[in-house]
């Protein structure tokens, strides 16, 4: 069965912490994907990546980093984490020839205090 | 600007009956069309999709339909079940984008 893994499910970090949240799929996807969701707000785009070492701001890219080193790993940096980036994080996949379907990882429920 | 939308951000339904949930969306491109189901602390499922060049898609209990001229897709669920108490998400894309465009969620409680 595919897979998209996420190292943590919840994480509890210090406001001005580098935060560290790590993806890693078993499927050889070309394409990663980062998305939060909030309340009322759905699953907005933060990064994605379409190749290694590749990477596109998503729609609420600020405050956040990614890196691509493998094909198989996708991470998402806080560099200075902020109690507005209290969330639950999703990681996503997808093949580069499939328009249309992700797989997610369980998600990463991150609080900021 | 959001391009899927989902008004109803709860919806509440017995056991046994049908469960409607509504997503409209804005981009004529969109040629794809899917709903996702989220459990609590869990990502989200795929459920079921539906090209545009359908109006109509059944999986066992779960329905989606399209109507292209007024940019509106509805998933309907029957009979209804307590298990499928949960928010669903609907998503749209079309050839060439490079990611799902969501709406905001619709939390549905199916009361036993």
């Known amino acids: 069965d595919v897979k998209v893994t996420q190292s943590s499910r919840y994480l509890v970090k210090r406001t001005g912490e580098k935060v560290f949240l790590e993806c890693v799929q078993d499927?050889?996807?070309?394409?990663m994907f980062w998305y939060r969701q909030d309340p009322g707000l759905g699953l907005r785009l933060i990064y994605f990546s379409y190749d290694v070492k590749m990477k596109e701001k998503g729609d609420i890219p600020e405050g956040y980093s990614v890196s691509r080193e493998k094909k198989e790993r996708f991470s998402l940096i806080l560099e200075s984490a902020s109690t507005n980036q209290t969330s639950m994080y999703l990681c996503?996949?997808?093949?580069?020839?499939?328009?249309?379907?992700?797989?997610f990882g369980s998600g990463t429920r991150l609080t900021v205090v | 600007d959001q391009q899927v939308k989902q008004n109803s951000p709860s919806l509440s339904v017995q056991e046994g009956r049908i469960s409607i949930l509504n997503c409209d969306y804005t981009n004529s491109m969109f040629d794809y069309f899917l709903w996702y189901k989220k459990y609590p602390a869990e990502g989200p499922t795929f459920l079921i999709s539906i090209s545009s060049i359908k109006d109509k898609n059944e999986d066992g209990r779960f329905t989606v339909f399209l109507n292209k001229s007024a940019k509106h897709l509805s998933l309907h669920i029957v009979p209804s079940q307590p298990g499928d108490s949960a928010v669903y998400f609907c998503?749209?894309?079309?050839?060439?984008?490079?990611?799902?465009?969501f709406g905001t969620g619709t939390r549905l409680t199916v009361i036993p």
């Open positions: 996503a996949s997808r093949q580069q020839s499939n328009n249309y379907g992700y797989t």
């Open positions: 998503a749209a894309s079309f050839s060439g984008a490079n990611n799902l465009f």
């Open positions: 499927m050889d996807h070309e394409n």
